[in-house]
Structure formats: structure tokens, C-alpha cells
């Protein structure tokens, strides 16, 4: 295999978003060039997709994401409809079902909400036009390679996998479903912000020249654990509780901060190729997860950057990214600093009623994908996200695997590995999975299977 030869062949490459208009964003300016912000050009947003034959989604995965994300797919537009839900627990599908009828006043049928580890199947033979996966991330790879091999639009949340061999499926599905000139967008919603957009053009028109360094954070609180319920089997709780097992999440890294990660690559056009970490477990109370993450990547050409994780309650949080250029610095969102520190762009909010620039006017993210996915479908604008979310996906498990096993670990290993996490067989019973928390220095490598 060529070093990282899938990584180089994104379907969007350097592109900035597919916008209202379905028009991929290119790299405004060469390097030579000198900054001018006047001469950056703002994206047209659609505040609404356009108007067109109905579409039909079915929801896969009915928890807390998917029920918001039915809702935000519902914000889109117009003649949009969920008709089918499908789901592992039966009353995760009664909740989603109450919130889509009291909030958007549309009924699904009870006929067309399936139940169980087959469920997805069901969901995408119902004749539906879109598939919303919102399921554990373990199960995001075969329910998307199902979906597309149907022919159906999808949208899915990140992380799109939890372990290398899921990474390269993913990858392989991203080609099937372009090949098929269908639309896939992924969760990502810095792609589809219109404050990140526009500092990302600024940033690619030189506003702070060549990138040389920077950091990523979500440090922040406790999400939520399911203590364990006598009535469940350990299948049940391992599911409902998700987001405490690495199996089923990838770890926090993964789930979560792959956000910023995947800011880190969208930005630099490219993606680290090793990774030394470190991590902690300290008041988690389920599962087998970290609570902390600590990552140094490195780039291609020697550039590092430092990627920085947390899960735990009363500790100073941060939710952000800082990039270091040649010339300034951006917090990737809304400022652009020259090396002075003097404020050399900022993004205009909306303004409320008194003249005063307000953040929440904005369009929400979560809404814009959904409008700029619709717009896609209805105009046959078709654009994949998948492949890139893929990258930056496996960048987060790489980050794992080192902070794991306190190895240095390298893109080429994880692109060769056969690690798979979770059971082979899904019933509701005991889960044939390792339990313990890693230790590092003691903990399994993978990849050292691989070599000869």
C-alpha cells in the first residue's frame, strides 16, 4: 500500500463546505499572494432549502441525536417528511415519535417503526429517499455501506466508525456512494457554519500565511452514564450506556473531539500521520473509557500539533481551536490575529433589533447541513463528506491507540491494522468484550500483528 494513498484522493480536497448554491469553495489565492480580506468572497447561505417533491427519511437510531437530528431534517424545508424509525430499544422509537408529532405535528405510523438489531434493514427497505443515521458509531459502517448499496441519500452523524477495519469500510463506501452520484453529509457541522466558512476562506486567502502550528480542544464536562438495571441483559446496558464503552463510542477522543480534529484537517488540507499520547481515567464510573487525552501529531512535513481532550465535571473547559500561521493566528471561528495580536478580521453576526451583532441569529448548524444537504438532493448538486470524515475519524483512533498503549503510532499502521472492537455475535446477553481500562505500557499493540 502507498503511504496514505486513500487520504489524498478527498472528494472535497481543500474545498470549504458545499454552500446554499451546492458550489464546492476552492482555495482562493495562491501562496505568493498578499492578504486582502475584500477580496474574499461570501458564500450565498441558503436560509431554506428549496421547495420539491417530497422526501422521505427514515431515522435510524432514536436516542437523544437522532430524535434532534429527525427534527433539524425536518427545519430544513419544505414537503419533508420522517416515515419510518428504527431502533434496538422500543421506547427510544416512542420518544422519538412523540417529540417529531408535538414538535413538527407529522405522525409516524406505527407499521413503520421496526424494532431490534435488524431494524436498520427494515428502515431502508421501507421506501424511503433518506436515511438518518444516528445510531453507536460501532454500527455506522454497516448501516451506511447498507444504505448506500439501496441507493439512498444519507446523513450521518460523526464519528462514521470506532476502529481501523470500520475506517476502511467507510472509506470504500465513500467511493461506492460517489460513483452512485449520491449525497452523504456527515455531522461535521464546522463544515457547514457559516463563521467557520468564512474564517476558513480567510484563512486559505493567506490572512495568516503558511500554517505552522497550533491546538485543539474539547475539554469539557461529564456527558451521561445508565447505571446498570437488573432488568437488562449486559448487551442492553452496554448499549444504552454507549457512550462510556470504547467499543461502541470509540472513546471520547473519537466521539467527540473528533469535531476539532477534523477542523485541524479541514484547515490544513491534510491530516497527522503519527501520534504520541497520553490519557487518564479518573472519576468515570461505567465502562472502560478515558476521562482525559493529551496528543502530540505530526504531520508529513514535521509540523505538530497538540490535541487536547477532557470528560470530567469542575475543571476549566474550552471548546475550541487555535492555529498558528507565519503571519497570525486564528481561533478558526471568528477572529484572525496578526503577530502583533491586532485584530485583522472578525465575522459579522446578524444584528438583533437595536443595531447589536447577535450569535444566536445565526443559522444553526445543525439546521444548515440539513437545508445545504436538501438543496443537494433536490438540485442534484450530489457532494460526500464521508471520506473526510473517515480521516479525521481514524486521526481520533490513532490518538487512542497511542494514548492506549503509550506507543507512538503511525497512520500507515492504523491503515494496515485489523483491529475490529466490539462482539461478533448480537444477541441480548453477556458481551464477549474486554472490559478493563487500558493501561499504557501494558496495554495490547495491534498493529505489531501486522508485522512480519
Not at 506507543?407 to 494496515?416: F, H, I, P, Q, Y
Request: aromatic share 8%; hydrophobic share 40%.
Amino acid at each position: 500500500m502507498k503511504k496514505a494513498s486513500i487520504s489524498r484522493r478527498n472528494f472535497l480536497g481543500k474545498a470549504a463546505t458545499v454552500g446554499a448554491a451546492g458550489i464546492v469553495v476552492p482555495s482562493l489565492l495562491s501562496g505568493c499572494d498578499r492578504y486582502n480580506k475584500k477580496r474574499v468572497k461570501a458564500i450565498s447561505w441558503l436560509d431554506q432549502a428549496p421547495d420539491g417533491p417530497v422526501l422521505k427519511a427514515g431515522v435510524i437510531g432514536c436516542g437523544g441525536r437522532g430524535t434532534g437530528a429527525a427534527i433539524n431534517f425536518l427545519n430544513a424545508g419544505p414537503k419533508l417528511q420522517i416515515t419510518a424509525l428504527g431502533d434496538t430499544f422500543k421506547d427510544r422509537i416512542e420518544n422519538c415519535r412523540a417529540k417529531i408529532l408535538k414538535e413538527k405535528g407529522q405522525e409516524v405510523l406505527e407499521e413503520m417503526c421496526f424494532i431490534g438489531f435488524d431494524a436498520y434493514q427494515k428502515v431502508i427497505n421501507s421506501g424511503v429517499d433518506i436515511i438518518i443515521n444516528a445510531t453507536p458509531p460501532f454500527f455506522r459502517p454497516e448501516i451506511i455501506a447498507a444504505a448506500v448499496a439501496a441507493r439512498k441519500h444519507v446523513f450521518a452523524e460523526k464519528p462514521v466508525c470506532v476502529d481501523p477495519v470500520g475506517a476502511r469500510s467507510i472509506m470504500a463506501t465513500a467511493l461506492k456512494a460517489k460513483e452512485l452520484g449520491l449525497t452523504i453529509v456527515t455531522g461535521t457541522q464546522r463544515r457547514h457554519q457559516r463563521d467557520y466558512v468564512a474564517n476558513y476562506q480567510n484563512v486559505q486567502a493567506g490572512a495568516i500565511g503558511d500554517i505552522v502550528g497550533g491546538t485543539v480542544w474539547w475539554n469539557g464536562g461529564k456527558l451521561w452514564h445508565r447505571d446498570n438495571n437488573p432488568e437488562w441483559s449486559e448487551m442492553e446496558w452496554m448499549i444504552r450506556d454507549w457512550v462510556n464503552w470504547c467499543w461502541l463510542s470509540g472513546d471520547h477522543i473519537v466521539e467527540q473531539h473528533v469535531h476539532n480534529l477534523d477542523v485541524l484537517n479541514w484547515f490544513t488540507g491534510s491530516h497527522p500521520v503519527k501520534a504520541v499520547g497520553m490519557g487518564s481515567r479518573q472519576r468515570r464510573v461505567t465502562g472502560d473509557q478515558f476521562d482525559s487525552f493529551s496528543v502530540d501529531f505530526v504531520f508529513e512535513d514535521g509540523r505538530h500539533f497538540h490535541s487536547m481532550c477532557r470528560q470530567i465535571n469542575g475543571c476549566a473547559n474550552n471548546v475550541s481551536e487555535r492555529l498558528q500561521g507565519a503571519a497570525g493566528s486564528t481561533n478558526c471561528q471568528n477572529s484572525i490575529l496578526d503577530l502583533a495580536g491586532t485584530e485583522i478580521w472578525k465575522y459579522e453576526y446578524p444584528k438583533d433589533e437595536k443595531g447589536i451583532e447577535n450569535k444566536a441569529l445565526m443559522k444553526a448548524a445543525m439546521d444548515q447541513e440539513h437545508i445545504d444537504f436538501i438543496n443537494s438532493v433536490r438540485n442534484n448538486l450530489a457532494f460526500n463528506e464521508l471520506e473526510n470524515t473517515a480521516i479525521s475519524t481514524l486521526v481520533a483512533i490513532m490518538g487512542r491507540v497511542s494514548a492506549y498503549t503509550g506507543k507512538e503510532v503511525t497512520w500507515d499502521e492504523m491503515m494496515n491494522s485489523d483491529l475490529r472492537l466490539g462482539p461478533k455475535v448480537f444477541e441480548f446477553g453477556p458481551v464477549d468484550v474486554p472490559k478493563e481500562v487500558p493501561i499504557a505500557g501494558l496495554a495490547y499493540v495491534p498493529q505489531e500483528n501486522n508485522k512480519k
